[in-house]
Every structure is written in C-alpha cells, then in structure tokens.
C-alpha cells in the first residue's frame, strides 16, 4: 500500500483510510466477530489508519475498533472524534454539539479506555461548534498533545475561517470533509486553504455514499433505517439524473479494467498528493476492489475528460438535509 502524509507535521499515514462507522453502532451486534475480522483483514492488505468517533453507537464502535487493533496496535493510526454532546459516563447523545474544554478531556479519556490505547493518533473536532471559541477547542488539543495523550489535532467539516483559527493557535495535520465527485464545494474556499497552510484532507464519502459505484439506481430500495432516505441526493428522481455522472465513470473505468469505484477514489488521490480518501465497507469483497484504486493511474487525458465531461453533468439533490448543510459552513 502507497504512503502519505498528511500535514507538514510528519503524519504519514497508508493512501487509503478504512472509515469503522458503520461497524457496531447498535448496543447489539450480531456479526461483530466479521467486523472484527474485516478490521485485521485490512490491515494484512496495508491499511494502517482506521477512523472512528465517540459517538457511534455511542461507543461501541470505539469498542470494537480497540478490540481489532489492539494486536496492531504499532503499526496502525487510530483516528477519532469528539465535539458531539455525549454524556462521558452514560452514553447518552443528548443532541447538539459540546467541544467545552472540559468535555473535550472527558471525551478524550473515554475514547482512550475503550480504544485501549495510551495516545490518541489523530483527534478530530467532529463538528464546530459555535458556542466555544477555536482557540479554545484548538487549545485543548494543544495541551493533550503536550500530555501525550493525542499526537495530532484535526477538525471535520469545518469552514476555511475556522480552520485559520485553529491552524493559529495548534497546527492542524488534517481535515476531514465530504468531497467527491459530486460534492465537490470544498474546491472552492478549503482545499486552497488547507494547500496554503500545509494540512492534508481526508475526504470521507468518497463514493458519494455509494453512489459513484454503479451498484445504486432509481430502483434501488433502502431499509427503513437507513440514513440515506433523508438525503435529497437520494430520492428516486435525483437518483435517475446523477446516473450520467456513474456513466462517465464507466467509460473512464473502461479503459483501465476498473471499477467505477476505483476510479472515483483514483480521481481523488490524483489531486493533491495529500488527500487521503476514506471509505467504509462491511464486505471483503468491496474492501479488496477499494484498495486496488492506488493501482489505477488515470491519465492527463483522462482527468481532463472527468473535469470536463463532469462540469456538464448537473448533481441533482442536496447532500445533507439544510440544517446538517448550515453546521458544517462553520
């Protein structure tokens, strides 16, 4: 697996993340010993950052992602998450956002236990919050890492102001932000910010939720519980209108004897060479046809008929519901 660095700040890290969301995020799991599995298979295949959060589950997916590294534990990075207002010693999400510095250490500790660690690789600000100043939030990153207990602050979703206010106060190695082929807002006012100031970005839906690998049309029916019923992006109509965007993948694809898939995470690592795509996956299958992305060298001629075949194609549908859309401009 191809390294990368993400940052000015030494943080090299495999080209392809393994994003643990949707591993263990009810209280009970049925194929936990498969997940588990699925974590030490990637890490025999090169990968070596893993992404996780406090509040998925809560905790249980911080659980079961310590319990799959924990033989690993030297060889991997271990990416988490606070910011959301989860009661530290019940679990309960109360709803809303909390990066006080108080909550920030509680969360921290927590994540620690469970991740069963001493240090924390890279600890990212999950959402802005707009209650607590970023020199605050920036701050207390600094100190945890003066501890030992982090190595590296990042943030997620944020906002080019509030990454300069972070950067200022505690270099920032990392952001993690929606960005793919078709989110693609970050290219405006982030992706400039985050070149000028040295800080690598892992952009997470990479395959626009699973869009951009074909597998998904306007028939396409999902459970009742999944989120991805009340994304605009997904109705059946959006869904009908943002096929052209698969189908220029396919053609590309053609050419190399790719995937759709693969090609979409290609055209993400051909464009900065510290952007580190991360994708999540419950199949081994899925996992192997992922990682072979790296291998797909997309030709000049072809980055330019994806910019400029793509800039014709209209995404139809908002990405979030407009109140997740408004915190994630902060």
């Known amino acids: 697996m191809q390294k990368r660095k993400l940052g000015d700040g030494g943080l090299e890290v495999s080209a392809l993340a393994l994003g643990c969301m949707g ?12 997940m588990v599995d699925l974590i030490r298979t990637a890490v025999e295949r090169g990968v070596d950052f893993f ?30 998450k606070f910011g959301w207002d989860v009661d530290p010693d019940t679990g309960v999400h109360r709803g809303g956002v909390n990066s006080k ?9 927590g994540s620690l236990r469970r991740l069963k660690t001493d240090r924390i690789d890279l600890l990212y600000q999950h959402r802005v919050d707009p209650e ?29 102001e509030s990454i300069r206010r972070a950067h200022a106060e505690q ?14 807002e970050p290219e405006g006012e982030v992706i400039p910010t985050l070149d000028e100031l040295g ?52 053609i590309v694809g053609e050419r190399h004897g790719a995937t759709p898939a693969q090609v979409a995470l290609a055209w993400l690592l051909a464009r900065k060479p510290w952007i580190v795509p991360l994708f999540g996956t419950r199949k081994l299958e899925r996992l192997d ?40 401009s902060l």
Request: charged share 25%; proline share 6%; aromatic share 8%.
């Open 101 to 109: 510095p108080g909550h920030i250490r509680a969360a921290v500790e």
């Open 51 to 80: 992404d996780t959060a406090e509040v998925y589950g809560p905790f249980t997916n911080e659980e079961m992602v310590g319990e799959a590294l924990l033989p690993f534990r030297d060889q991997v990075k271990i990416a988490t």
């Open 199 to 250: 800080i690598g970005l892992v952009p997470f839906s990479p395959l626009g939720k699973g869009f951009l690998t074909g597998k998904i049309d306007e028939s396409t029916r999902f459970d009742s519980s999944d989120f991805r019923n009340s994304i605009p992006r997904f109705s059946p109509e959006a869904r009908r209108a943002n096929q052209a965007l698969v189908g220029l993948l396919r």
């Open 132 to 160: 607590v100043p970023m020199e605050d939030v920036a701050g207390t990153g600094k100190e945890l890492i003066r501890q030992g207990k982090v190595r590296f602050f990042g943030l997620s979703e944020a906002g080019a």
């Open 289 to 328: 046809e992922n990682l072979g992305a790296p291998s797909v060298t997309l030709t000049a001629d072809d980055l330019d008929e994806i910019e400029s075949v793509g800039s014709t194609i209209h995404t139809e549908g908002a990405r979030y519901p407009e109140e997740m859309l408004r915190r994630s």
């Open 171 to 184: 270099p920032v190695a990392a952001l993690q932000s929606e960005y793919s082929l078709w989110t693609r």
């Open 23 to 34: 591993y263990g995020k009810a209280r009970e799991i049925p194929d936990r010993h498969e």
